[in-house]
Every structure is written in structure tokens, then in C-alpha cells.
């Protein structure tokens, strides 16, 4: 009743090994040292070199909001996705 639609945006339907060790590592790092360690690394990977080129302010603000998240629940995430299957 509450949700009329969704949109999946880089939908899949389970993580192959390699994702699901990315997602678990990611939520390792996020507790264990902070947001920090993860913003470059995860905006590198998140959004194409056109992008980083073309506009790099825009590039700087995802960085941003990367930092803004609270670690473990970045890392509940994280660990949410690599648990997920919707096969």
C-alpha cells in the first residue's frame, strides 16, 4: 500500500564472489577505520573516468557524502547487499 514503484538502479540478483568479498571488505573497513578509507576508493569504482574528467566537483560531492555516512551503518548496508539473493 505504501510503495506504488520501484526502481532498481544496478540491479542484480546475487553478488558473484568477488562483489560479495568487495561488500564484506568494505564493511570491515568501515568499522575499523572510518568512512575514510573508503571514500576514494569507493568513488573511483562508482563512477566512470567521463565523469571524474568531465566533472570533478560532482565527482568531489559524492566523495562528500561518502564521508557523511556513519560507519556501521554504512557497514549494515554493505553487509546487507553482500546477504542479498533474489534469485
Known amino acids: 500500500e505504501l510503495v506504488r514503484g520501484l526502481v532498481l538502479v544496478g540491479g542484480f540478483a546475487?553478488?558473484?564472489?568477488?562483489?560479495?568479498?568487495?561488500?564484506?571488505?568494505?564493511?570491515?573497513?568501515?568499522?575499523?577505520?572510518?568512512?575514510?578509507?573508503l571514500a576514494d576508493r569507493v568513488t573511483q569504482g562508482a563512477l566512470g573516468a567521463t565523469l571524474h574528467t568531465n566533472h570533478p566537483g560532482l565527482a568531489g560531492l559524492f566523495r562528500?557524502?561518502?564521508?557523511?555516512?556513519?560507519?556501521?551503518?554504512y557497514a549494515s548496508n554493505c553487509l546487507a547487499i553482500a546477504g542479498g539473493d533474489v534469485r
Open 14 to 37: 546475487r553478488l558473484g564472489d568477488a562483489g560479495l568479498e568487495a561488500f564484506r571488505e568494505r564493511a570491515r573497513l568501515a568499522v575499523a577505520e572510518g568512512m575514510g578509507s
Open 64 to 73: 562528500m557524502a561518502l564521508l557523511q555516512n556513519d560507519p556501521q551503518g
